[in-house]
């Protein structure tokens, strides 16, 4: 069946640092993949998306390409700050937005 | 943001009681669901409604049902608490505007402890 792995945490990284954060997928036909992120005490927002392949999510200096040669769609940053410290999922939208499946999270602590 | 609340926001109750928490839209959206979130598990499925009155079990569904009589409501039954059942439940929506309709989108959450 359809599953999204995604790198463990927790993550910790000094402001300014570029991040990474893997996610890869396994899904038949032609999912839409997205970027959650979780700030404490809050629900998920969305934070990017992609419907098909080739496409680039991008939002808060935060980018993720879909890349169905390699079933990946992993998080990037080129500069973190404090305020990102959360935990982001990566998730996968199958059979036309119903079903949908997501990673375990990973937490990112950004120290000053 | 999409106008989702859940109700309550904090819930203790006593192992062996029933329990039913809300989800409340103003989106008009098709699909609703329902989560918990436990350390080490990420979300899991427990229920989700495709409309009015039609429900489908998720991957964690024993010990949980649901309903939905309305379109913008979405009801949430522990139908005899357990310990394993404290954790924070999440509601969400699905289905709206063609551009979003894949997109899920999220309640605050509610934090249930059953002692």
């Known amino acids: 069946g359809d599953s999204v792995t995604q790198m463990e945490g927790p993550v910790t990284l000094s402001e300014e640092a570029f991040l990474t954060i893997n996610c890869t997928y396994t899904?038949?036909?032609?999912?839409?993949l997205f970027w959650y992120v979780q700030y404490p005490g809050e629900g998920l927002q969305l934070l990017l998306k992609a419907t098909k392949a080739d496409d680039k999510g991008s939002n808060k200096g935060f980018e993720a390409t879909y890349r169905k040669e390699t079933t990946s769609f992993h998080l990037e940053k080129g500069s973190v700050q404090v305020s990102d410290s959360a935990v982001y999922f990566c998730a996968l939208s199958n059979q036309g937005g119903n079903q949908f499946y997501f990673g375990t999270g990973t937490s990112l602590t950004v120290i000053p | 943001d999409a106008g989702i609340t859940q109700s309550p926001r904090h819930k203790v109750t006593e192992t062996g009681t029933p329990v039913t928490l809300r989800c409340h839209q103003t989106?008009?959206?098709?699909?609703m669901y329902w989560y918990r979130q436990d350390p080490g598990h990420g979300l899991r499925l427990i229920h989700y409604?495709?409309?009015?009155?039609?429900?489908d079990k998720g991957e964690v569904s024993d010990g949980y049902s649901v309903s939905r009589s309305k379109t913008e409501d979405f009801l949430l039954t522990l139908e005899s608490a357990t310990s394993s059942q404290t954790s924070v439940y999440f509601c969400?929506?699905?289905?709206?505007?063609?551009?979003?309709?894949?997109?899920?989108?999220f309640g605050p959450g509610t934090r249930l402890l059953v002692l």
């Open positions: 899904a038949t036909g032609y999912p839409s």
């Open positions: 409604s495709y409309g009015v009155k039609d429900t």
């Open positions: 969400a929506i699905s289905g709206g505007e063609a551009s979003t309709q894949e997109t899920q989108y």
């Open positions: 989106e008009n959206h098709r699909y």
